[in-house]
């Protein structure tokens, strides 16, 4: 074999046509996991979520057609939907019913990071108000000193989302819904040329797995009838002996 040469596994034109429906459909699901990670209670399913459906889906790609490029395409429109969808949903709901309210910051920890410390700071509405999610992490949350102190965030009233600050720069929502607009079209772009190349493989590899041979059934029927006419052959006579 060649030096840098591979083998690629050919697929029958049905198989590469269902994993290329498969894979279309993706999208649908990495937009439903942004979504679901913009909340904090369902961060961490939604990382472990999208990153085996990424994987998954680019599983599915590198059957479909087994070429490299395939598989950086797919990580990176992927992530491209799944991050992007997230950011669109959060600035959306926050732009419609966010609510700008004064809180309170009641205490103040520190975590180690990798550039010094982390400050998480405990939060209260001044109004005395249940609050979702109270607390913040970095953004106005700057020392231990903070305690006590009052400031303005931005509030999702449904609770789903955390806290924001109240200057957050929300006027790029176009931009995102049309960035993750392209990112959809690429993968789609993607999958389709995956389909092509697989249905070109397949086409020039006529014994691909799962494919039915031509010769093979037809030898075997016959053999199968040569056998009975000897059977048939044989139980006459004895039967005209026995009359």
Known sequence: MAPGSRKNVAWPPHVVRRLARIAALVPLLMVGIGVLGTSPDWFPAALILGVLTVALAIAVLMATATKGWVFFAGLITGLAVALGSGLVFQA?????????????????????GKTGPIYHCRLKRTDGRPMDHAYI????????????????????????????????????????????????????????????????????????????????????????????RRQLGLVRPTMCVAR
Not at 92 to 112: C, F, H, N, P, W
Not at 159 to 172: H, R, T
């Open 92 to 112: 959306a709901l926050m732009q419609s019913q966010g609510q700008r309210t004064e809180v309170r910051i009641t205490s103040v920890y520190t975590t180690k």
């Open 137 to 228: 992490v970095g953004m106005g949350c700057t020392g231990t000193e903070d305690a006590g102190t009052t400031e303005d965030l931005l509030v999702d009233p449904s609770g789903w989302l955390a806290p924001q600050p109240a200057d957050a720069d929300l006027s790029s929502l176009p931009v995102g819904v049309v960035g993750v607009g392209v990112a959809i079209g690429l993968w789609e772009l993607t999958v389709w040329q995956t389909r092509r190349i697989g249905l070109r493989e397949a086409a020039a590899n006529p014994t691909a797995p799962g494919r039915p041979s031509g010769a093979k059934p037809s030898a075997d029927n016959r053999n199968k009838k040569k056998r009975k």
